[in-house]
């Protein structure tokens, strides 16, 4: 049984199936695999009434996983949809919001793509651009992404991150989500390297649509992402795909073919079909009622406790400048000199250490299994190589 508590170190490594010579800091590339997860996925697939997609408990299925996942926001499961991707729900996001030629959609420079080519299609359709938040040295995120708002009056649309993830440095949303809403621009929200691991603040973003994976801090499958929509666009967005999961079945299937197309309540409109097979609505399901339990907001203050132990490390190790400043809770970096990357990363793999390595910073995302005084490890791995 999952326990409750995220704090009780000695019982958390167990949930997890890791190799016991493997510290996995990489949880913002894919969660590590929690025991019940894994059990549910085979269980999904050898019971012979849930394998099949359209079984018995399907229709049921689905609405119970959504509401879940609701409970991550507002707890309103009409505003929730199921989608394959982030690129999948930002594309979703793209076409809806309104922009226009000669308008700007507003990115952070190195943001990642799924973030960034559906955003690149919709400005080469009605000839709009985008402008990228640089940061200068020293400057954080959220007062780079204000700074390039006031030089570009013709921002129609945000779309961000809470946390950056290349090293999870940290943005404001709440000032940004301000100064955007002043000049009536639309804030689109890529979660998937924060949603399940830090708090969401709907009421304080006011966004039109939140997207982010199920795989990463959510701890589920591959193949299942979460899109929520605004109430605006719960009434009137158009859905990427018209299939038949997101309209009324009863409509649809008149014998001349020509029933009427009644999207289905709220934002199930923007499911996409092919989703939510039994295996993967099981894996959401054991992933979202464990880190339910827990409780997001103690998953970030312990995740915190491990990411303020690495910084610690590399106070003690000499190694402060190369800390990531204003990190989230669960996610930092290291910034290495670029000519010793490559014998860091090397040692890093041979210490049995999985993390990853983007423009020279070793990004460390540490989940409830790791031990706090195993977060000494990478910082003593490093400071030998450098
Ligand atoms: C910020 C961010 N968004 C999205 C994704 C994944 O996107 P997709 O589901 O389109 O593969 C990642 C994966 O690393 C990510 O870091």
């Known amino acids: 049984m999952p326990i409750q508590s995220a704090s009780d170190q000695t019982s958390l490594r167990g949930l997890f199936a890791l190799p016991d010579d493997m510290l996995y800091l990489d949880s913002a590339a894919h969660g590590p695999p929690l025991k019940t997860v894994r059990a549910a996925a085979q269980a999904a697939l050898q019971d012979s009434t849930t394998s099949w997609l359209g079984g018995i408990h399907w229709r049921a299925d689905v609405e119970r996983v959504r509401a ?37 959609v507003l990115l952070l420079e190195g943001q990642f793509p799924s973030n960034l080519l559906p955003w690149r299609m919709r400005c080469a359709e009605v000839g709009a651009s985008l402008v990228f938040a640089r940061r200068h040295a020293g400057q954080d995120w959220t007062s780079a992404v204000l700074d390039t708002l006031d030089a570009h009056p013709d921002v129609a649309v945000l779309a961000l991150p809470q946390a950056h993830w290349r090293d999870g440095s940290l943005l404001d949303l709440a ?12 804030l689109v929200l890529d979660l998937s390297q924060s949603l399940g691991a830090m708090p969401v603040e709907l009421d304080a973003w006011r966004p039109d649509f939140v997207i982010a994976v199920g795989y990463k801090w959510l701890l589920g499958g591959y193949g299942m992402a979460w899109l929520w929509a605004a109430p605006r666009w719960r009434e009137h967005g158009q859905p990427l795909e018209h299939g038949w999961m997101a309209n009324d079945r009863d409509a649809l299937w008149q014998a001349d073919s020509r029933g009427d197309v009644l999207p289905l309540a709220g934002a199930r409109r923007f499911d996409a079909d092919g989703v939510c097979d039994a295996m993967r609505l099981a894996m959401a399901e054991a992933a979202l009622r464990q880190v339910l339990a827990w409780g997001i907001a103690d998953i970030a ?16 190790n000499g190694l402060s400048a190369l800390r990531t400043h204003h990190h989230a809770p669960h996610i930092c970096g290291v910034q290495l000199p670029p000519q010793r990357a490559e014998a860091v990363k090397r040692a890093l793999s041979e210490a049995g250490i999985v993390s990853t390595m983007r423009n020279n910073c070793v990004r460390i995302a540490p989940h409830l299994h790791v ?14 190589a450098l």
Not at 69 to 90: C, E, K, T
Not at 175 to 186: E, L, T
Not at 371 to 384: G, H, L
């Open 301 to 316: 203050a312990q995740l915190q406790r491990r990411t303020v132990a690495l910084d610690d490390a590399l106070e003690r």
């Open 175 to 186: 000032r940004i989500s301000d100064q955007a809403r002043a000049r009536g621009a639309s």
């Open 371 to 384: 031990d706090i005084t195993e977060m000494a490890r990478p910082i003593e791995v490093i400071a030998k």
């Open 68 to 104: 879940l996942a609701a409970r991550l926001f507002d707890n309103d499961a009409d505003a929730i949809a199921m989608v394959p991707s982030a690129a999948y729900g930002l594309s979703v996001a793209a076409r809806n919001v309104p922009l226009q030629a000669k308008q700007a």
